[in-house]
């Protein structure tokens, strides 16, 4: 077993001063600023995710829930991606006993309802960026121990929420579903966040409408035929980011 403090110990040796002054500035941690008292130790994320890899499902539950409930940015990292960890041994086997199927349907709840319970401690936009597409919209693709389908209405619910975080990781979520060719539920979470007054927000809208795109070009441009004129430009930018520049001036310039 390794402890939530065996993973802080490994991270001691990396503490980068400078790196962590640039991070904090970067992040937005400054008094009334989005990542207002977040703290830094200085690490790279491949450096976290070099202690993630060797410590990968040898942390309990209890210890990661340790490391979530740190004031270090990446110590929470190093939390969340563990989660994914977790997530993607729980994923379904091409070949295995009902018995061994129905508990990897009850791992994967059992670790969507462990994240979204301390949702507010995914509280920066790579923690919710790096981690809810691998943990939350993976369950959303598979069966449930019932057979049945995961709901959806966690995202709705999520978009919902007065919680700045949150409402990213409900959006930011469905790029793992689009990128299984489900597009609805990004345009409809879009136009749900259209009027939302966060330029984090209008990033993360415009990052799935964009995803849209490379799956279904015509659906994208039908979302922007309607609501081009009411969304951010920021959202707006992000959206067509991708188009050939004919296209992309023409849409900047309704």
């Known amino acids: 077993m390794i402890t939530a403090q065996d993973i802080l110990d490994a991270m001691e040796p990396m503490r980068d001063a400078q790196q ?5 500035r970067f992040f937005k941690t400054g008094e009334g600023e989005y990542g207002e008292g ?5 690490l790279w994320v491949p450096q976290v995710r070099l202690i993630v890899k060797q410590a990968r499902l040898d942390v309990p539950f209890q210890e990661i829930d340790k490391l979530l409930a740190s004031p270090w940015h990446e110590a929470r990292l190093a939390a969340l991606l563990l989660l994914v960890e977790e997530m993607k041994a729980a994923l379904p086997a091409r070949r295995g006993s009902e018995e061994k199927r129905v508990q990897k349907s009850l791992r994967r709840e059992g670790i969507v309802r462990f994240y979204l319970d301390r949702a507010e401690r995914v509280n920066n936009w790579d ?8 943990i939350l919209g993976e369950w959303l693709l598979h069966p449930k121990a019932d057979g049945s389908m995961p709901d959806r209405d966690v995202l709705y619910r999520l978009v919902g929420s007065r919680n700045l975080w949150e409402q990213r990781i409900g959006i930011v979520s469905t790029w793992r579903l689009i990128r299984a060719g489900e597009t609805e539920d990004a345009l409809r979470l879009a136009e749900i966040l259209l009027p939302h007054p966060h330029d984090l927000i209008h990033k ?7 995803e849209v795109g490379k799956k279904d070009m015509d659906a994208l441009e039908a979302f922007l035929e309607k609501h081009c004129t009411a969304m951010s430009r920021t959202t707006l930018r992000y959206a067509i980011e991708k188009m050939a520049d004919p296209r992309r001036r023409s849409w900047l310039a309704r």
């Open 20 to 24: 962590a002054s640039q991070l904090m």
């Open 38 to 42: 977040d703290r830094f130790l200085g």
């Open 127 to 134: 923690l919710v960026d790096l981690t809810c597409p691998k």
């Open 204 to 210: 993360a809208t415009g990052w799935m409408l964009r």
